[in-house]
């Protein structure tokens, strides 16, 4: 009999023992299963956290190249404009020559005709002068703009004078005679060619030695006009200082010119 309770007490003390160690194994299972899964949340926070800031520090660098090639594209489109600044305004004014050209009014007497003709082209050098003072950055080039400005602006002063007190002579040449303001389609194509120079200071002095020649070539054809005695003062004294400027344009380009 107590063999019996003896051994009915040691397996109730086996089964505790199991169920204990069995409790444990659960609870070390849990513990288990927990830790686990905290782990494999911190790391998949710590696998986000990289995605982030991998992903902050591509879109940084996207923004900062995006940014850089923006500033080089605004100044490499800021230096084709001012490059093509210069030829715009040189084709303008070449326009402008072209119109008036075109528009001599036929009533005017050869003098008058003359003055006007020699005052549009003059006042279409001082303005190329003005432009190359603005774009040019060579020094020669720049000193015969301002030479040019200083010199056909006084002529203009007194051409302009000239015409408010001029009374025209029904005896002089027939103003239908005179082609001096009709220099030829290929004249202007050279302008054109030389105005788009992507050099400011090459555009300047070829367009001048252009324009100034055929000022020389219109003077020529006067000579044989019967012009008053002042206004073939004015025009010699043209000749005079335009054939001085050409000379030290040829300079100029035999310098710079490879």
Not at 89 to 107: E, F, P
Not at 183 to 203: E, L, N, V, W, Y
Request: include cysteine; hydrophobic fraction near 40%; proline fraction near 1%.
């Amino acid at each position: 009999m107590q063999n019996h309770h003896t051994h009915a007490y040691d397996n109730r003390k086996q089964l505790r023992v199991a169920g204990c160690q069995k409790h444990r194994s659960a609870n070390s299972c849990d513990t288990a299963l927990a830790v686990n899964t905290a782990a494999k949340k911190t790391a998949s926070i710590k696998l986000l956290g990289v995605l982030v800031v991998g992903l902050l520090s591509m879109l940084l660098l996207t923004a900062c190249t995006q940014k850089e090639e923006s500033t080089h594209l605004k100044a490499a489109q800021s230096e084709v404009g001012a490059a093509n600044g210069h030829s715009q305004k040189y084709l303008d004014i070449i326009t402008d020559l072209k119109k008036s050209s075109a528009q001599v009014d036929g009533d005017m007497d050869i003098n008058q005709q003359f003055i006007q003709v020699m005052r549009s082209h003059q006042q279409a050098a001082v303005m190329m002068a003005y432009i190359e003072l603005k774009h040019g950055k060579d020094a020669d080039a720049r000193s015969i703009a301002q030479r040019s400005i200083d010199i056909q602006q006084a002529q203009m002063s007194w051409m302009d004078q000239w015409l408010s007190f001029y009374v025209p002579k029904d005896s002089v040449q027939s103003a239908d005679q005179f082609v001096l303001s009709k220099p030829s389609s290929q004249h202007f194509q050279s302008m054109t060619k030389a105005a788009q120079q992507s050099s400011p200071d090459q555009a300047f002095i070829l367009l001048m030695q252009l324009h100034q020649s055929q000022m020389l070539a219109m003077i020529k054809q006067a000579d044989v006009l019967a012009l008053d005695a002042e206004v073939q003062a004015l025009a010699e004294d043209i000749y005079d200082t335009q054939s001085a400027q050409i000379q030290q344009m040829e300079a100029w380009l035999n310098k710079h010119q490879h």
